[in-house]
């Protein structure tokens, strides 16, 4: 019963992170171009996103920490000499007058976790609730504060209205020759022929090397490769995102093309299980990777509306978590990718 009541209190404490971890988003028709506050932000959510990965990973110990205490006992140090290290990034980290405030609250929010974690094996129920509670109220004060900061000094340009994502692929094929041989790879995908929607695309890429269309591209060939079913396929399909994305090369779905990415080095290498390794800290390293090739990008085309929002995709995006009725959260990354992908 103890152990019941503990589980419950932690998976509460879970749910109030998974709901503040979302980015806060303020649209504005301002220039596209990053301000230094702006990269800033970016920075923090950098260190939130390492946050969260942490918090992530100890999750699967927490669930277990009736079954094997030595070992939950040595997990647990671990998150702990991963959150000093994630504090000696932010001392480093140089940030604006203005978000030296939030620095400050969130290696208050550091502090406050390593403090759950210390000893928590031995700790009473009625202590661990004490201290994720002054967790929680960190988490709330840096969030509410983070809000306001946010919609103050990031912004977020808007759109032109009936903005469509594949539109903006499309307009970087060469000639209407080009179009119909991609819309003709599509139709053939959606009618179950993968081989030959593939042939099709092979042929129409070696127009498109180190452009802005070679990433729509091969993301279709990835896919096709995967939907055949086959493990050599699966891991090839993988191979195929990965390799684009080591070029540095922007592409107008580079946000969709690292979420495909993650999504499928995950299935291939980890799997889809609640208790499948899941490598967030790797991930977010992929991510930050991939915003610098759009920041390249926007400092040669400021005016470029929806590169700048490619970002702001990328640093919202959840990381992958446990928890799911079905498995880890992969699962719907997976849906939404097959939605946009229309298939």
Excluded at 8 to 20: D, G, K, S, T
Excluded at 218 to 241: A, F, K, P, Q, W
Aim: aromatic share 14%; glycine share 4%.
């Amino acid at each position: 019963m103890v152990v019941l009541k503990f589980m419950r209190f932690v998976l509460i404490i879970f749910a109030f992170l998974a709901a503040f971890f979302p980015i806060y988003i303020n649209v504005s028709v301002f220039a596209e171009e990053i301000s230094p506050i702006e990269k800033g932000i970016f920075d923090l959510e950098y260190m939130r996103l390492k946050l969260s990965a942490i918090e992530n990973d100890m999750r699967f110990f927490l669930n277990r920490k009736h079954f094997d205490k030595p070992e939950w006992k040595e997990r647990a140090q671990q998150a702990i000499n991963d959150l000093n290290n994630l504090g000696d990034k932010l001392t480093k980290l140089d940030l604006q007058k203005e978000l030296n405030p939030l620095k400050d609250e969130f290696k208050a929010l550091i502090e406050s976790l390593k403090k759950a974690y210390e000893n928590i094996h031995e700790k009473s129920d009625e202590k661990v609730k004490e201290d994720f509670g002054v967790f929680q109220k960190a988490v709330e004060a840096y969030f509410e504060n983070f809000g306001d900061v946010s919609k103050k000094y990031l912004k977020i340009p808007e759109l032109p209205e009936g903005f469509d994502v594949f539109n903006e692929e499309v307009k970087y094929l060469k000639n209407d020759a080009d179009r119909e041989s991609f819309n003709r790879a599509l139709d053939s995908a959606k009618e179950g022929r993968y081989t030959k929607a593939n042939i099709i695309l092979r042929c129409l890429l070696d127009g498109y090397i180190d452009s802005y269309f070679e990433a729509s591209i091969l993301l279709r060939i990835s896919n096709y490769y995967r939907n055949m079913i086959d493990v050599v396929h699966t891991e090839y399909s993988t191979e195929i995102l990965d390799d684009f994305l080591k070029k540095k090369q922007y592409s107008p779905i580079l946000s969709r093309f690292f979420e495909a990415w993650r999504t499928r080095y995950q299935f291939s290498y980890h799997g889809a299980s609640n208790w499948s390794e899941i490598p967030n800290q790797e991930y977010i390293e992929k991510r930050w990777h991939v915003i610098r090739i759009i920041e390249e990008y926007l400092e040669k085309n400021p005016e470029d509306k929806w590169a700048k929002y490619q970002i702001i995709e990328l640093i919202g995006l959840p990381i992958i978590q446990r928890g799911g009725r079905f498995g880890n959260s992969n699962i719907n990354h997976a849906v939404g990718l097959r939605r946009y992908l229309n298939e």
